[in-house]
T-cell receptor, first 118, second 108 residues
């Protein structure tokens, strides 16, 4: 069964460094998402991406963050100048445009990347 | 303020019990999602619904758009159902809002 994959599973970085989290969505999906979950807190939406551009973003997704689909398979989240409070689990998800109900799409989540900023 | 509220926050049940988790939301939505997060952290989408009721195996999800309320039911609960169940909604502007989750433990 196709699945969303994410690498690395765990990333440790020093404060101020840049990190790139990588995701490979399901191959025929066209909508891509990033979420974050700080330990012990609820999942938070960061950004959605369609047709090579951001379609929605939350207040959290400020200039420190960027997303890119550098090739036909990868979807990346870049976090510049990381802060301690960026430590979280980051989930990627993707959607098939045919799975539409009420204007929303069923999402398939990756296993997450745990980012630890020290 | 929380756009999505879930209850209960924690739930312990005996194997075989019928379980209900509730979700209320305060925004206009295009769809509501029920997600399952396992202890290892992985998230699985269980249901996406915009009206009525859906059933997958022992899981049933219902939504009442007028009352802005959804329920997730688990029939004949099993220890492998132990997980955090998360309600999330997408509003009409396609913004996503997540509940804080309900932690379910099913005891053999």
């Amino acid at each position: 069964e196709p699945e969303v994959t994410q690498t690395p599973s765990h990333q440790v970085t020093q404060m101020g460094q840049e990190v790139i989290l990588r995701c490979v969505p399901i191959s025929n999906h066209l909508y891509f998402y990033w979420y974050r979950q700080i330990l012990g807190q609820k999942v938070e939406f960061l950004v959605s991406f369609y047709n090579n551009e951001i379609s929605e973003k939350s207040e959290i997704f400020d200039d420190q963050f960027s997303v890119e689909r550098p090739d036909g398979s990868n979807f990346t989240l870049k976090i510049r100048s990381t802060k301690l409070e960026d430590s979280a689990m980051y989930f990627c998800a993707s959607s098939d445009p045919r799975d539409l109900a009420g204007g929303s799409y069923e999402q398939y989540f990756g296993p997450g990347t745990r980012l630890t900023v020290t | 303020k929380n756009e999505v509220e879930q209850s209960p926050q924690n739930l312990t049940a005996q194997e075989g019990e019928f379980i209900t988790i509730n979700c209320s939301y305060s925004v206009g939505i295009s769809a509501l999602h029920w997600l399952q997060q396992h202890p290892g952290g992985g998230i699985v989408s269980l249901f996406m619904l915009s009206s009525g009721k859906k059933k997958h195996g022992r899981l049933i999800a219902t939504i009442n758009i007028q009352e802005k309320h959804s329920s997730l039911h688990i029939t004949a609960s099993h220890p492998r159902d132990s997980a955090v169940y998360i309600c999330a909604v997408t509003n009409t502007g396609n913004q996503f809002y997540f509940g804080t989750g309900t932690s379910l433990t099913v005891i053999p």
